[in-house]
T-cell receptor, first 116, second 109 residues
Framework: NAGVMQNPRHLVRRRGQEARLRCSPMKGHSHVYWYRQLPEEGLKFMVYLQKENIIDESGMPKERFSAEFPKEGPSILRIQQVVRGDSAAYFC??????????????FGDGTRLSIL | GIQVEQSPPDLILQEGANSTLRCNFSDSVNNLQWFHQNPWGQLINLFYIPSGTKQNGRLSATTVATERYSLLYISSSQTTDSGVYFCAVIWAAGNKLTFGGGTRVLVKP
């Protein structure tokens, strides 16, 4: 499967725990994006990363959320001390090197995070 | 930031019917994509169409960038077409997709 791979598909955490969401981009893609979809809403941009660099984090909550895309391995979205309001579907997307023209973004199947 | 509006918000179709979904955006874009989110929550790429017309089976899309809108056509709808259809754009100055609110489609047998 050459698509964007996200794991886990479902994640249950208790309030105060940490959640780690993983994303492996499509082969050959060096750009990764994270989006959040709250229940009954559209997707909202969170962060855009290239290898070892955060390019745009304008959609990330100021506290408890962080993201990385290391030189080796998947991109990680980390949520510390989760609260009920963090319950959502988190989608990762990837694209090829953009140059001056934005390439299409390809999405994974998402991680459904539920906070008890 | 850019505003993306989709209409109608909800659409109920009888199997076999045709329909048109609309996406209006408030500024110049250099990327426009249409997605189908199926009842299992998966987001399926339908079209990458910053301008022009494309067709894929029973679906086609047209973007008129100068007039800031895009249309998605569904012909001979099937129950498997049910779900939410999202339009998303990248504003000329950025890299992030801004999504519209979606059109929820229900195709009845």
């Amino acid at each position: 499967n050459a698509g964007v791979m996200q794991n886990p598909r479902h994640l249950v955490r208790r309030r105060g725990q940490e959640a780690r969401l993983r994303c492996s981009p499509m082969k050959g893609h060096s750009h990764v994006y994270w989006y959040r979809q709250l229940p009954e809403e559209g997707l909202k941009f969170m962060v855009y990363l290239q290898k070892e660099n955060i390019i745009d984090e304008s959609g990330m909550p100021k506290e408890r959320f962080s993201a990385e895309f290391p030189k080796e391995g998947p991109s990680i979205l980390r949520i510390q001390q989760v609260v009920r309001g963090d319950s959502a579907a988190y989608f990762c997307a990837s694209s090829e090197t953009t140059g001056y023209i934005n390439q299409p973004q390809h999405f994974g199947d998402g991680t459904r995070l539920s906070i008890l | 930031g850019i505003q993306v509006e989709q209409s109608p918000p909800d659409l109920i179709l009888q199997e076999g019917a045709n329909s048109t979904l609309r996406c209006n955006f408030s500024d110049s874009v250099n990327n426009l994509q249409w997605f189908h989110q199926n009842p299992w929550g998966q987001l399926i790429n339908l079209f990458y169409i910053p301008s022009g017309t494309k067709q894929n089976g029973r679906l086609s899309a047209t973007t008129v960038a100068t007039e800031r809108y895009s249309l998605l056509y569904i012909s001979s709808s099937q129950t498997t077409d049910s779900g939410v259809y999202f339009c998303a754009v990248i504003w000329a100055a950025g890299n992030k997709l801004t999504f519209g609110g979606g059109t929820r489609v229900l195709v009845k047998p």
